[in-house]
């Protein structure tokens, strides 16, 4: 379990992460979403006592890192792959980590075949490592302790669709295990496949902690259809829902499309009406078209082009 309360970060007059509150729960894999700049890396940061709150508290089940008194067996993470030295082999780099925590060096044979480094990858220096393999080589470093909390921030990044799939079925399972996986990631569409719970935030600001599905079916961009071979009972229809606060278009002769009231709402009131219906579906959106809708204000860079969905700050 991850606590966050009232934690904030300030670098000069930047309010990096600002008054954070929130608890990442174990059990389940947390995505944790926001624009460039939102907050994410600075959090995790804090959470391994790499970074000092200006106020509030990161805390690592119950306590602070820095009481903890082995910290690799509370928590593992992967926050730099490219944080090995460039002369030293990924093997040698694992045993000095496991020996500065009282871990056994068998420990470090096993978590190079969890993550699939034979010894001639393990063998290599830092500096000769491929992305993919400093990217294994730092989960294998997180995985070291068999701790029950887990950050990765970015895992899949540079990834082959190969490694991508094996990131996913490992946070999956670290999960089902019972531990704590808390991943930070821009890759929308992995995530909709890997997480359960999302953290959003913005600015350092909290914008949402909310499941998955919960995330997908709040957007706007979720909208029911409804079809009817009665144009006036249709026309009834848009107005009971209009007053119900849906937001009714019409799409097609015989078609509205609804956004704004659940699928079972649109349906019970149809039946109250009379109204024949032909069709009643929902459209989900995507996590990409949810997620860009809620995070419209927050973004600090972006491009000139129009994105579809989201508003524009
Ligand atoms: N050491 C530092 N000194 C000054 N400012 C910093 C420092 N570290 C981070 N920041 C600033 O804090 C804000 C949050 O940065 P952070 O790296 O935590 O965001 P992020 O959500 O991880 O972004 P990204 O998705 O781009 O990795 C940014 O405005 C960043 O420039």
């Not at 978590?111 to 480094?117: D, E, P, R």
């Not at 009972?233 to 849906?246: C, D, F, I, S, V």
Request: include cysteine; aromatic fraction near 2%.
């Amino acid at each position: 379990m991850i606590t966050l309360r009232g934690l904030t970060k300030r670098f000069g007059a930047a309010t990096a992460v600002d008054n954070l509150s929130l608890d990442i729960e174990p059990g389940r894999v947390t995505g944790f979403l926001g624009p460039n700049g939102a907050g994410k890396s600075t959090t995790m940061r804090m959470v391994l006592g790499l970074d000092r709150p200006c106020a509030g508290q990161a805390l690592v089940n119950g306590r602070p890192y820095v009481t903890l008194r082995h910290p690799l067996r509370e928590v593992g993470a992967l926050l730099d792959a490219k944080a090995i030295h460039p002369a030293r082999s990924g093997r040698s780099h694992l045993l000095a980590m496991a020996r500065s925590n009282g871990i056994p060096t068998r420990r470090v044979d096993e978590v190079l075949a969890t993550v699939g480094l034979d010894r001639t990858a393990a063998g290599k220096r830092g500096r000769t490592l491929s992305l993919g393999m400093g990217q294994r080589l730092g989960i294998a470093g997180a995985l070291l302790g068999d701790p029950p909390v887990l950050m990765f921030d970015e895992p899949v990044n540079g990834l082959d669709p190969d490694g991508v799939r094996w990131i996913r079925q490992l946070m999956r399972s670290l999960a089902a295990e019972g531990r704590t996986v808390f991943v930070s990631s821009h890759l929308m569409s992995e995530m909709q496949l890997t997480a359960d719970q999302l953290v959003v935030i913005g600015r350092g600001k909290l914008i949402a902690d909310a499941p998955v599905a919960e995330v997908i079916s709040a957007s706007s961009v979720t909208a029911v259809r409804v079809r009817s071979p009665q144009p006036a009972g249709l026309a009834a229809l848009a107005q009971r829902l209009t007053a119900a606060t849906g937001q009714v278009e019409t799409t097609g002769e015989d078609e509205l499309t609804v956004t704004g009231v659940s699928r079972q709402q649109v349906g019970d009131l149809a039946y109250e009406l009379g109204v024949r219906l032909h069709e009643l579906s929902v459209r989900s959106a995507s996590l990409e078209e949810a997620y860009l809708e809620l995070t419209a204000d927050s973004v600090e860079y972006s491009g000139t082009s129009a994105r579809s969905g989201g508003r524009h700050a």
